[in-house]
């Protein structure tokens, strides 16, 4: 074997560090460049930067990995509970507890394996001093009752500033059931960060209601992050076709899904009654034909001023990254970027150096940094 196929070839498995390839594309506010930092992550699904600049990272089929700022993978992280790797099931998103630094506690979600197929799940464990493994395992939520089949297990983890976690959920393709609060489909979950339930959650004390529901009639949410300005959570949810929308979810309020909304079957039909009806939320912002928004964050950096306070939304179909400016609630403009990336994109995360770092969906996936074009 030639020395540049043995390199090419390492680097595809990950087993060393890529060299910096870059590419520079222009956009509305900014030129750009797209770098590679690291491949060979099998569909990675959740990111998230550790105090030292490392980034924890899932792989779906159920792997988390410590990514170093070189690209290099560590070898995945012990501990990781078995996860049903089915459809868009699997390991999915991680985040840290706000008190990392401190009590090194990790967040994550996945499609736990069960009676009847699969759920989703949310986890905490410690992750030990070394990196190498998970230590105390607490599942702390899981979807009742499950469902077999691939579809819709939502799974974004986000912390309030108060210190309360949301978890969002799928109707795990049974959309029929995404306005029954007796059972878990198509929610945003809040809970105490030790999972227990909050006494102030909406549902708390209504008769048959799951007390873990925030908000109801959610399809299947992808995306979610707080507003840099408000606090209030946002959230990004794909619809059916011609439906995915932007909402913020309030307490105990319900989305509508599936009985308002603009989006249609895949075979054409129309969904449910139409677009409005009293008690149901209006999304803030929506997409016709749909786009599959995935993962979303707000972008508040130093890297690109003219991004600031605007949403970043990772898109999967349609494969391109797209930013919303914002005025107090309302969406004022949509620009589409990144079409000739031409890899479906699966979250989006601000890095705490101000750059943007994306994860493309593919079995041989990639993390992308955007830096300003200098
Ligand atoms: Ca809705």
């Given at each position: 074997m030639k020395a540049s196929a043995a390199i090419a070839l390492l680097a595809a498995i990950g087993a060393i560090a890529p060299s910096a390839h870059a590419e520079t594309v222009r956009t509305e506010k900014h030129e750009i460049r797209v770098v590679?930092?690291?491949?060979?992550?099998?569909h990675p699904w959740g990111l998230a930067f550790l105090p030292d600049g490392r980034m924890l990272v899932t792989e779906r089929p159920g792997r988390m990995r410590i990514v170093a700022a070189n690209g290099q993978l560590s070898p995945p992280i012990a501990g990781v509970p078995e996860v049903y790797p089915r459809g868009q099931g699997g390991l999915l998103d991680v985040t840290l507890h706000p008190g990392f630094a401190r009590n090194r506690l990790v967040y994550f979600c996945y499609a736990e394996p069960g009676p009847g197929g699969a759920g989703t799940a949310m986890a905490l464990a410690r992750l030990s001093d070394d990196g190498t493994r998970l230590e105390n395992l607490k599942v702390i939520f899981s979807q009742q009752p499950k469902a077999g089949?691939?579809?819709?297990?939502?799974c974004r983890i986000v912390f309030a500033r108060d210190g309360r976690v949301f978890l969002t959920l799928g109707e795990r393709g049974q959309m029929?059931?995404?306005?029954?609060?007796?059972?878990?489909?198509g929610q945003v979950i809040r809970l105490e960060a030790d999972g227990r339930v909050p006494a102030d959650n909406p549902l708390v004390g209504r008769n048959g209601a799951r007390p873990e529901i925030w908000s109801y009639g959610h399809r299947n949410v992808q995306g979610a992050a707080l507003?840099?300005?408000?606090g209030k959570l946002w959230t990004v949810e794909h619809g059916p076709a011609g439906g995915d929308e932007v909402n913020i979810p309030l307490a105990g309020r319900n989305y509508g899904w599936p009985v308002i909304g603009i989006g249609r079957h895949y075979h054409g039909a129309p969904i449910g009654i139409g677009t409005h009806k009293a008690g149901m939320e209006q999304p803030v912002y929506n997409w016709n034909p749909a786009i599959a928004p995935a993962g979303m964050d707000f972008y508040t950096g130093?890297?690109?001023?003219?991004?600031?306070g605007n949403m970043l939304i990772a898109v999967l179909r349609q494969q391109m990254l797209v930013r919303l400016e914002l005025a107090g609630e309302k969406v004022v403009r949509e620009e589409r970027m990144l079409?000739?990336?031409g890899d479906r994109l699966r979250h989006v995360r601000q890095g705490p150096d101000g750059y943007v770092y994306i994860l493309t969906d593919e079995s041989n996936g990639r993390i992308l940094r955007l830096e300003p074009a200098r």
């Open positions: 590679t930092v690291a491949r060979g992550l099998e089949g691939g579809l819709h297990f939502g029929d059931l995404a306005q029954d609060v007796s059972i878990h489909r507003h840099p300005q408000t130093d890297q690109f001023p003219g991004w600031r079409r000739d990336v």
